[in-house]
């Protein structure tokens, strides 16, 4: 019950914010701040997740990339976020792209949850700690051309001997 409550009020909050920004810089104002800050935000979100990516690639084996594996939550909800029109909307992608800010969840949510995160990883591949084995494919078709009256006779089995 709590959501739906929660949906309609940040509709309202929305339609709003762009009643009092179309206020002050007009229709086609707001439509090109709109436009704007999605593309602008999206952008940023690209960035920080590719550095995100850079950073947990670096990442030892057996090393738990908590914090990488947030940022990459974050950030994946500050894209959809700025993906949807509106400037509340924005504003909060906006805020999860500062790192304190999403260090500061990160912790509030291990508060809230009241145990810390771990993220586990599996190696299946070669690398450290694991040895290579080669593997040999072979792909191929094949047709076959015998036809039954073509195919060879075998004589028949030799009788038991008594």
Request: charged share 15%.
């Amino acid at each position: 019950m709590r959501l739906p409550l929660l949906l309609i009020a940040y509709l309202l909050a929305e339609i709003a914010a762009f009643a009092w920004v179309g206020e002050k810089v007009g229709v086609l104002g707001t439509v090109a701040l709109v436009v704007l800050s999605t593309i602008v935000g999206l952008w940023l979100v690209q960035r920080q997740g590719l550095d995100a990516l850079r950073k947990a690639a670096g990442l030892g084996p057996g090393q738990a990339p908590v914090v990488e594996a947030w940022d990459g939550l974050c950030l994946a909800t500050a894209g959809v976020l700025f993906a949807v029109p509106g400037f509340i909307s924005d504003l909060a992608g906006a805020a999860l792209l500062i790192p304190p800010v999403r260090r500061a969840l990160l912790g509030q949510a291990q508060r809230l949850s009241g145990a810390t995160f771990t993220v586990r990883t599996t190696s299946t591949g070669p690398g450290p700690g694991t040895p290579a084995r080669p593997t040999t494919v072979i792909d191929g078709d094949f047709v076959d051309v015998t036809k039954p009256e073509d195919a060879p006779h075998l004589p028949p089995p030799p009788l038991p001997k008594e």
